[in-house]
Each structure stands twice: as structure tokens, then as C-alpha cells.
């Protein structure tokens, strides 16, 4: 039971670090960043060179935001800018640009699965269960993304003007915000938390070209079912999480894998706003 | 170009095609036709994916999974009952009906009223998912993840697979180029420009979209089954995701809305992955994907219509092309007896509006709204910004919109039907902001009007096309009966109002909503839209709600005015009765200062959103 409720909790909070960067995007550019998969990889391999390099497995986090972070840029400028105006062919032109990253990966580090060192070893004895120090890292990990992210938002000027950016873009532009600045700058920290989320699955699986990939479906629904908000994103991680966790236990993996994705076309179809509060 | 000549042309490209698949296994080397009968299987999957996406706009990445239905169909029945002809028909029946059922499925999630193309393109994309887990648990069912192999299928050569696979190919394509170039091809573009008006035109779109989705499951499925029965194994690899998207990669690269890119698309690209994938694996996958990109940015048509042209601009140069095309369609007024408009209501009230009420929330926009209005009516709605007037005809022309009270039209309760099905009980509205088919001609937009009346053919291209009497009139008094050929895109603003109200009477309705008709037009124009209005009301008989800022003009035209203020109706009466009346000048002016509003008739039509 309460090993069970760890795991909902620990699997939510994975979720949750991996949907927020595609959250932020979706929210401010309305756009569906497909390359989250791969900028996921990238972070993940970010995390082998520190583990190769032989550094404190920790600095695998800010460099997997450096790494997703400067792809990021690059792809804004370059691919996802002249795109505004088609968002349906940005989630190709971003598909495909996980592609591209995923065989350039390929041609570097060669198609085969590695592994990297995790940050905690170990168990931890709560409750009378012993259970993963690093997964329950993990779920501090995530509350302190949330948080920031929300004290970026709520408490910056930055964040009022991606606010105003998303609620009402030319209104906000009519005001003086230079939206063009603000989407780039919320594109590169939804790349760099991509980054971040690839590192910190790292030492939960292994590492290989395309690792990101099964990751980004269910990232993509969550992000669809939350609406743009970090609270209701919360609350779906939660739920989808929790069913997926059920389901994976009681009745069979496989159909586990299926869980939140056909949760959430059936909650999108009953409910076209999900979990977000209108 | 008559339609028989035109046809025949298709026809004898379409032989000429045949004739080159017959020649292929002649002049190929054996390996090239063993790679290219694959390739042609998927040319055509590829094909639906452009019908759906090119034509219809439906993002799709899916369509693997109709392939896999048939392939698997196949791959089931051959491995655990053997094959037999009876078993071969069996196979085939359980494929295509498989994925009948599964289109089924998916259409009626993805295609509702009102759903969003965001959401039809992520039920495409959880489908494959789902179909290569299920297919995994299968056990030896399915052969989980190593699929079904070495069960027995047709005893055909390797040529004769390549010859029914490209034959299978040619005939689908061709079909499909005369449906998408005939009168009802011409819909699924309308309902990917602007599916909205589509819905106002009474067309049922959703059931559109799920019957082209319906018959490119049909077709992957057969294209499924062929693969089955020549490779002899099927894999779950066949229904994922990824080969869902290469399907999408080689329909852009090709050229999405043209057939013809996205098959050669297939054709090449997967011909020349298996001739390179062999010696440069990653390197290949590597110059598509930047390719995609490439292409998705900067030749978002893709590259078929890219080498089209080169030598069209080529030819451009040498002899210049006619300024306009003649029209290819001729007008003509359509019988008064052959009308097929709702019937006049016998006593009744035309519209009848009992209670109605619309809440955002705690918002109240309408409340306790009561009138009726009988034919040859024309009643003015009029109020400040914010009153709710176009709240109101959004509720008397969508079924859903309201959140309490009834409507009845012609002594029909509309209840929660669909925009398309008001329309059918006799109503026409008519946006604020110009609602027309931007890329299409006028002359198609008028088509496109009339489907609902005219049946469109699936194979041929109607020359005439008879309009309501109303209609015509419309058409004349503006001029546009002689710009039938220029696309809708570039008129003028005043001619756009003027289309897209033809377009609403050759719908023949009943009831005749609109929401401010004569915005942004110049004073002889809307004197002409004025006298068309009072001549449809009293000869036609149709009862007509119109909602309007200019004072003037209202005086003018209407048979009765009601005034809307903060949701609610506050009068209800003749013109002159509302004209004289204190409460419409505090209504207008505000309660401090008592300004005249019928005289500021000008200037309140400047403030009418452009």
C-alpha cells in the first residue's frame, strides 16, 4: 500500500519534470514541440559525458539544461519561428527535427544502450518501506521545477509578459512587449528543462538514441489534457500517473503503457478543456 | 475542355501508367521489383494520407494502422487456418472490415461536432500506440514482437505481385484524382478552408470526414493484405507510430494535395531507403529527416508542385497567359417550381423564441429573450456593443449554443441540433465578418452553397449551376455574376458581404439571419443590399432578423424593431414607436446624456468593427 503510494507519488513527479518544458511551450507559442523527445536524448547523453568524464553525477543536471538549452535557441531561431503561423506543421518540422537529432546521436555514440551513474545509490526507509533514494530525490527535484517555474512566472517581469503573452498575444504586443523575445526565451528554458528532464531519467533506465521518444507521447497528452497551467498539470500527473501505476500493477503492463494516453483522449473528448478550470 | 474529353484524359494517363507498371518487371533488375512491389503498397496508404491530410486537413499518423489491419487479417488467418481460397476471401473480408470498425471508432472520437484538428491529429497518434501494444501482448496469437512468418499465401510470381500491386496502385490514384477534381472533391477542400461555413451551409461535415476516413481505412487495409500475401510475414513494426510518420514525411516531401507527390514520394523515398540503407544506415535517415524539415519550412507544398513550376514559369515567360480564365460555369435561375426550400409555415410564427437564455458562467449574456416573427417580417435587432444581438443569432442558428428556453422555426423545436441540421429546418445566417471560401472562386462557392439541394457528383464537374431567383438578383445587382472565375480571396470587401449572402439564399431558407450585412460598405452599397432585403420580405416571404448599428438604415428597411440592452429585451415595436421612444436614447446615449440616436445615425456606424 504504501509502497504503491510511493510509486504513484515518484511517477507523477518523473511526469511532471518531463511535461513542464513541453507545457511551457504549448502554453506561450501554441505550439507542440515533437522535439522534446529528442532534446530529452540529448539530456540523457549530456548525463553519459558527465558520467564518462568521470564528474559528480549532480552536474549532469545544469549540463543537460546547457545542451538542451542551445539546441534550443538554434531551433527556434531557424525552424520554429518561420512557423508561428502553421503550428500543424511545427509539430512536423519539430518531428522531424528529432530525427535529425536522434541520428546524429546515432552517428556519435553509436546505436547501442549505455548507462549512466546515478546522482544517490541506494534505498531509503520511510514509512516501514524501503524504497529508491533516488526516485524520492526525484519528487523534491520536481516540487523545486514547479516552484521556480511558478516563481518565474507569478513573481518576474519576465513572467507577467509570457503571461500576457498567453493570454492575449496582440494585445501584448500592442502594449510594448517584444513577444518575438519573449517566445524565444520561453522556447530556450522549455529545451533546457527537456535537457534536465533526459538527465534525470537517465539513471531510472539507460541511455540510447531514442529514449525520448516513448517519453514524449505521454508528455504530449498530459500537456493537452493541463491546458497551460503548471497547477493542473500537476493534477494530471497525479491522476494519469496514478491510473497508469494502477493499471500497470493489477492488470498488465502493457495495457499500463497505454494509460494515460487513452485516458486522455477519452477526458479530451468529454471534456474539452481537461483538467484546466474552463 | 468538355467533361468527357477531360475525363478521358485522366483515363489515358491512367493506362498509360498501367502500361509502364506491365513493362516494369522487364526492364528492372529482380531486386528493384521485389524492393518497389513494397513501395507501391505504400504509395497507396501514402496516397490516403494526403486525401486526408492534403484535401481534408486532417493531420493524420495513423494510417499504419489500417495497413497492419489488413496485413495482419492475412497473416492471422493463413497461420492458424491454413491457407485455402475460402480462407484467402475470409482474410480479406476480416481486414478490410477490421479497419472499418476501427475508422469507425476513430471518427466518431475524433471527428464530433466541434472537435478541434489538434485533437483529431492526437486520436491518429495514440491509435498506432495502442495497435502495436496490443498486437505485443498477443502471445503466439500475434507473434508478439517477432509478427507472424512462414505461413503459406497465393501461389503468384514475383512478377505478378508487382503487376497486382502497381495495378492495385494505378486504379486507386486514379479514382481518387477524379473524386478529389469532381463537384463533391471540391467539398472536402471547402471543408478544410473554412468548416465553419461549411456547417452553415448545412452540410454535415463530421459525417463527411468520417466517410473519406471510412474509405482510406478500406484502402490500406487491401494495400495491407497485398503486402501480407507477398512478403509472407507481418510484424508490429506495421501499425507503429513511426512507420504512421514516415507515411506523413513522404506525403509532404512529395506535396500534400496533389496525389500524385505524395505516391512518387513513396516511390523514391522508400525505394531508395532500402537501394542506401543497407550501406548508410543512419546517414540516410539523416538527410530525410533535414530533407523534412527543409521542405516542411520552405516548400510547405512540397516538391512535386516545385518541379510543376519550373517550367510553367519557364513557359510564363514565353507567351503570356489570358488575364482571366473564361468561367467554366454558366448561371441560371432555377425554376420556381424546382425549389425545395422549407415549406412555408402554414399560420405559425416563422420563428418563434421562448425564454432564451445564455450564460458564460455566472455571466449572464441573454436572459428570458421572448419574441416571434412571422414570414415577410423583417425585424431589426439593435442595441449598443455587448447587448447580445449576435448572441442571439448564434442561438437561433446552433442548437447548442443556448442554455435555456426553446426555439421553434416553422413550427420545428431546433432542440440541440447542430448548426447543419438548423439549416435544414430553414435557416441561413450570415457572419458579421465576410465568411466565404477564400481560395475557391466565386462560381465554386456558390457550388459549394447549393450541395446541399444538388447532390454533387463524385466523378464529374457540373457547367451549369441554377441558382434561387433571390440569389440571382443578388448576383446581378452586385456585379458578381461577371466575376464568377476570380477567386474569393480577391474581392473586395463589399463583394465578399455580397458573395457570401448569395451563398445564404442559395441555401433557399426561411428564416434569414443577418448579423450586420452592410459593415464597412460604401452608401450606394448598402442602399442596394437594403432594397434586395425588402424585396426578399415581401415577394420571397422570408422572415429575416437583422441585426444593424445604423439607425438610418434600420428605418429604412424594417418591418419592427426590437431593442436589446444588457441581455434583455427593453422594447419591442413598430418603427416609429421605437424611434420616439426616451428609453432607446438613454439606451444609445447613455442615461446622462439624453443624445438623439436616431440622428446620430452616421456616426454610429463608424464604430461597427471593421
Redesign the interface.
Known sequence: MIAQTLDIVTTAAILYAVATGLLLVFGVMKIINFAHGGLMTLGGYAALIATQAGLNPWLAIPLAALFGGVAGMAIERFVVRPLYARPLDAILATWGLSIIIGQVITLVFGRGVQFTQAPLEGTLDLFGESYSAYRLALVGIAAALGLALTALLQGTRLGLETRAVIMNEDLARGLGINSALVRFITFTLGSALAGVAGALITPLSSVDPNMGVPWLVNAFMLVLVSGASLASLLAACLVLGGAQVLVATHLSPVLGGLTIAVLAAVILRIRPQGFARD | MTEARRLSLILAVALLALGAIFAGPYVLDTYSVNVLTRSLLYAAVALTVDLLWGYLGI?TFGQSVFFACGAYAAGLVFTHMDFSEGNAVLALALGVGGALLVAAIVGW?AF?H??????A???T??LP??AT?LL??GGTFTGSSSGLSGFMSFDLSMEAWFWLAGSFLVAVTTLAYIVVQSDAGRLLVAVRENEQRCKYLGLDTSRLKILVYLACAVIGAIAGYIYAGYAMVVAPELAG?VFG?EL??WT?LGGRGTLLGPVFGALIVDYESAQLAGDYP??W??I???L??LV??AF?RGLLPVLFDIPRKALGLVRKRPAAPPASVTLSTLDAAETQGEEVGDDGPALAVHGVARRF?SLNVLEAIDFEARAGELVSLVGPNGAGKTTLMRCIADGAERSAGTIVINGHDIGRKPPEACVALGVGRKFQMANVFETLTVAQCLQIARARHARPSLWRRARELPLPEAAMHVLATTGLDRQLSTPAHLLSHGMKQALELSMVLALEPRVLLLDEPTAGLTKTERMQIGAILIDLTKKQGLCVLLVEHDLDFVREISSRVIVLHQGRIVLDGSVEEVVASELVKQVYAGSGHAGIAHESGPSTAQEMPA
Not at chain 2, 466541434?114 to 485533437?119: E, F, I, Q, T, V
Open positions: 493531420l472520437l464530433w466541434g472537435a478541434s484538428a489538434l485533437y491529429s492526437v486520436i497518434l495514440v500506440i495502442v501494444q505485443y501482448s507510430f510518420t506523413v514525411i509532404a543512419f546517414v535517415q539523416l530525410i529527416g533535414t523534412f524539415v516542411i519550412i510547405p458562467g
